[in-house]
């Protein structure tokens, strides 16, 4: 099992920047494949970005490439999501996931989940 607990979200303008953290209980980290969701009010969870064991590949949605970038440290049992260029619709909470699998890019298919970081992005 891993615990995951996010940290850095916030209140930004529109064309700032927000790096979300996301860390991880357990000694097993490097065996998980992690990614980032978000949840806008009255909204389906969707995929934002999604990285492999070792950070050697990633995957990100259509409206955050360019934008994002998600990386991992398995030393620190660590991934992170550098958010930049944030737009209005950006603004939702955000959840890190964990799985064993790489190749599913919907929630069900995710197995843990953090509580949470709430980013609002202002006009």
């Known amino acids: 099992q891993v615990q995951l607990v996010e940290s850095g979200g916030g209140l930004v303008q529109a064309g700032g920047s927000l790096r979300l953290s996301c860390a991880a209980s357990?000694?097993?980290?490097?065996?998980?494949?992690m990614a980032w969701f978000r949840q806008a009010p009255g909204k389906e969870r969707e995929f934002v970005a999604a990285?492999?064991?070792?950070?050697?590949?990633?995957n990100y949605a259509d409206s955050v490439k360019g934008r994002f970038t998600i990386s991992r440290d398995n030393a620190k049992n660590t991934v992170y999501l550098q958010m930049n260029s944030l737009k209005p619709e950006d603004t939702a909470v955000y959840y890190c996931?964990?799985?064993?699998?790489?190749?599913?890019?919907?929630?069900?298919?995710?197995?843990?989940w953090g509580q949470g970081t709430q980013v609002t992005v202002s006009s």
């Open positions: 357990g000694r097993t980290f490097s065996s998980y494949v």
């Open positions: 990285i492999s064991w070792s950070g050697g590949t990633t």
């Open positions: 996931s964990a799985m064993k699998g790489w190749g599913s890019f919907t929630p069900t298919a995710y197995n843990y």
